[in-house]
């Protein structure tokens, strides 16, 4: 903290500094990096896909404080060098399998780069009358492509809104859900509404219900099946909702899901939707990462039934090329968003909204400010063009269909889970190495199965991660960061092949050596 | 969408398309778009500031449907220079003094840029360990800089976290404040709960109550008057919490802002939080504009008394150069934030979660994916030194001085509410022009400063908007977009006070003319 003495010191140097939007100055340092970042994807195959750093490790290279004077450019693309890129999960590294691909592009980088470099903030209209004009335009023409029911674009009385995530499209929807029918039924009875799910449901469902007030035991997970493929069963869904009316609450809100988090599952929308139709519930379907993949006609089906709902979502950060964050929702009827979100202030009046010829984003969403998030999108759409689009999720699902026949056709592993779009869920097949049938159960082959995935991860060489689906403890592997190609899958099936093979050479003891194989086995086991 | 035929027309070129982040193309597009926005810079000065187009501009310049192939990135930018500039209300405009400044910068861009260039998504530690770690440091290097308690610290067994925007913190505090409450007296007691601002505190509090659930009617916007300077009285807290606790409700959450959006007034917070601490009611302060100006020695008794508060929030995109969005939010207890937010599905464990050694900051805000954003507020700290940073925030202010000093001078003008940071609130003096005393009442002088308001921004050349405080319509001059010099200033003034000339021209009418005059009077009262 400056004393009296600083300030003056200070106030003398106000005149003299520079710019901070110095437009030759902004010209000098973004060129600069613009290069930094290019040679960054040169070089990203070559660091550690997951970040093999120790906790509070970056406290140990900076300072306790922020600088008092300027430091250049430079500098700090060295200290962005040393100390943030090791520390960096590399997340558009070819070999990033893990979670679902964060799908960045040229394209998705220049969008991003016009919306910064304008910086409005575009929560009416009139702040910013293009941002809102591209957005509704572009969600119109993304509806098209996805072969959206008319109801659902501007063009058919719905529409189309960027949200950042599929937590937030939830979260407005069960709030606009939620008010709709309270508005009927009274206030005070948010205690007796209900909201359903399956097991396999993103977790954003329960934490947004929550956050929007709903009871949290009146959160349904419903139980999925193997043999429904891990899909949410109408019967199931039907008989909740009969219990629910029984005990005198009131149901709510569906969320559905095309392609879960766990197992990419798809929930039979058809179905879910008929049934809730029956009680009036809102239907939301949560396409988050699978949606991208209904571009392609021969993927389409796979949302079948999106008629019966009222809102659905996807992220088009996750594998449509917008980088973060770019949830791509639409509704049927916004006017319930704007009945739940809408604010009014006279400090935001104006002659343009009192026309009511326009649309104010600011009613659709959480939060007041926004970002021009359609350029990006835009900007993707007309520099791939649709059929390039297509083409490039195709060759994605090709490589998971690619991997896929790696994993099956060596008898140690096994594929758990019916692949739909570019991720393979498979594991180890039990029995393992030298163990016997007997003591393969499944605690065993899940807890050798995660030695595994720690094994292929510390290499640094892939990144995969896992899920537990019916019990079974799986690893996924997600096709879609955008520098992936064939060779980079080949590559990463060599890695989980020999850390499978050295994993398993544990357990290949001579019976006599029983014990040694039984400390092995435990050690597996319990860690 | 295709037919059979098309898509093994278009699965045969799979791989010969681009890939969509080919590092070369991405250097040659990404060079190209950086001299397009410096280009921008150059000329922002010249475009009419707020943006001249009608409603449906745009849907008469894009086609119906998105493109089938490719276009280049030069028809892109041509679009953008012909059909999205014309749109744009500019921001970055040195003529923009409307709403609160978006205050970007060359150190906030490149932040940026690097943030979408690794596209990570920082939900937890282990997706990214440096964003975390970054996070976690240039939070503690900025409260530092505003002098906030150790309590808000990491180093003192607090923490700050970057939300979007204040609703975002808002809703996530007031979700705290609620779990932690209901967790004790009961989930059903949720329509007992009471939340507290006042008649000024922005719209995001009410929105975000009611997001969360909170009775609509339970929203208290308690009254401030002219001799408080629109400051929430701690007198007029305590009477309203004595009201509500006599009913049997229950007080949850406090609001108070430093910064009005309306008049940049100041709530008097160690009053407010001695009030609130006698029923244990949360605090959150909202500085969103004025939180940077804190970090000068001059200024930063206006958040004296935070040391009461739970929670504190400021805009870094408002007023502190990082650009849209990065609201920085601190918490005395994060683990409120944690229980209310959290969630642990199978899919995200992880040993560095397990060993609880780390942030995982997906539990402190609404969403599960989140943006690299303590990039640019790092780079901004290091680009420019905590001294240049509060010398511009002092510029700012000065240039506000000049303005209002202006606005006295002229006796047809006056200041409506005394001057805190760098916004003025001024309007037309009555009697006006012509008009009798008793033809200026408030009704008559509002009218005619929005025609006033409307005027200047018609010219293009200027942007300002407008509040009602106390009954009294005003225009808001903020100064704060980071092109703006003081010539800008003395220019807006000269526009001012050219539009105010033609309009009070019309009530300059002879005595004998006094029918001619009420007409005219009418049609600027009624429109």
Redesign the interface.
């Given at each position: 903290?400056?004393?009296?003495h600083d300030?003056a010191l200070?106030?003398n140097?106000?005149?003299c500094?520079p710019?901070?939007?110095?437009?030759?100055?902004?010209?000098r340092?973004?060129?600069m990096?613009?290069?930094?970042?290019?040679?960054?994807?040169?070089n990203v195959d070559k660091y550690p896909v997951?970040?093999q750093?120790s906790?509070?490790?970056?406290?140990e290279c900076?300072p306790?404080?922020?600088?008092?004077?300027?430091?250049p450019?430079e500098?700090?693309l060295q200290d962005?060098r040393n100390?943030?890129?090791?520390?960096?999960?590399?997340?558009?590294s070819p070999n990033y399998y893990a979670?679902f691909p964060?799908s960045?592009?040229?394209?998705?980088?220049?969008g991003?780069?016009?919306s910064?470099?304008?910086?409005?903030?575009g929560f009416n209209?009139?702040?910013?009358?293009?941002?809102t004009?591209?957005e509704t335009?572009?969600m119109?023409?993304?509806g098209?492509?996805l072969?959206l029911p008319k109801q659902f674009l501007f063009s058919g009385g719905g529409g189309g809104v960027l949200q950042?995530?599929?937590?937030?499209a939830i979260?407005c929807t069960v709030?606009a859900a939620?008010?709709k029918v309270l508005n009927k039924i009274g206030?005070?009875r948010?205690?007796d509404l209900v909201v359903y799910c399956s097991d396999q449901t993103?977790?954003?469902l329960?934490?947004?219900a929550?956050?929007?007030?709903?009871?949290?035991?009146n959160i349904r997970a419903l139980q999925t099946r193997r043999s429904d493929a891990f899909g949410l069963c109408p019967e199931t869904l039907r008989s909740a909702l009969a219990d629910d009316v029984s005990e005198g609450l009131v149901p709510l809100y569906l969320c559905a899901t095309v392609g879960t988090?766990?197992s990419t599952a798809v929930d039979p929308l058809r179905g879910l939707c008929e049934v809730a139709a029956e009680h009036d519930i809102w239907v939301h379907i949560d396409a988050a990462y699978a949606g991208s993949a209904c571009i392609?006609?021969?993927f389409?089906h796979f949302i079948d039934g999106v008629e019966g709902a009222n809102s659905f979502s996807f992220n088009a950060?996750k594998w449509f090329?917008t980088?973060?964050?770019c949830c791509c929702m639409w509704v049927k009827e916004p006017q319930h968003l704007v009945n739940?979100?809408s604010?009014?202030?006279?400090?935001?009046r104006n002659?343009?909204t009192e026309?009511k010829?326009?649309v104010d984003y600011k009613d659709w969403q959480?939060?007041?400010?926004r970002?021009f998030r359609s350029?990006k999108l835009w900007?993707v759409?007309?520099?791939?063009?649709?059929?390039?689009l297509?083409?490039?999720i195709?060759?994605h699902v090709?490589m998971a269909e690619l991997f896929e026949e790696l994993v099956t056709k060596d008898e140690r592993f096994e594929v758990v889970v019916p692949r739909n779009f570019s991720m393979v869920c498979f594991r180890l097949r039990p029995p393992l190495g030298g163990l016997s049938a007997r003591d393969c159960g499944l605690e065993t082959t899940n807890a050798i199965t995660k030695r595994l995935l720690?094994a292929v991860n510390a290499t640094g060489k892939v990144f995969v991660?896992?899920?537990?689906v019916g019990g079974v403890y799986l690893i996924?592997f997600a096709v879609g960061s955008?520098?992936t190609e064939e060779r980079h899958v080949r590559s990463a099936w060599m890695v989980v092949r020999e850390q499978a093979e050295a994993l398993l050479a544990e357990f290949k003891v001579h019976p006599v050596m029983q014990e040694q194989a039984d400390a092995v086995l435990t050690q597996a086991v319990h860690g």
């Open positions: 903290m400056g004393s009296i300030v200070e106030n140097n106000v005149a500094q710019n901070p939007l110095d437009p030759e100055e902004f010209r340092q973004s060129h990096m613009v290069d930094f970042i290019a040679d960054y994807y040169h997951l970040s750093v906790p509070g490790y970056l406290r900076l306790d404080s922020a600088p008092n004077h300027a430091e450019i500098a700090i962005v100390h943030i890129i090791p520390g960096i999960t590399h997340w558009q979670y964060s960045g592009s040229i394209a998705g980088f220049l991003e780069m016009l910064v470099g304008f910086n409005v903030v209209w009139m702040s910013s009358p293009a941002a004009e591209l335009i572009v119109d023409w993304l098209k492509i072969n950042g995530t599929t937590c937030e979260l709030t939620r008010d206030r005070d948010i205690g993103h977790c954003a329960k934490k947004a929550q956050i929007a007030g709903i009871h949290p035991d988090t766990s392609c006609p021969e389409r950060h090329f980088t973060l964050d739940a979100l604010t009014n202030p006279e400090y935001l002659n343009a026309s010829k326009v959480i939060a007041l400010s970002r350029l900007m759409l007309r520099s791939y063009g649709v059929a390039n297509r083409n490039s195709r060759s090709n720690d991660t896992h899920a537990v996924r955008p520098l």
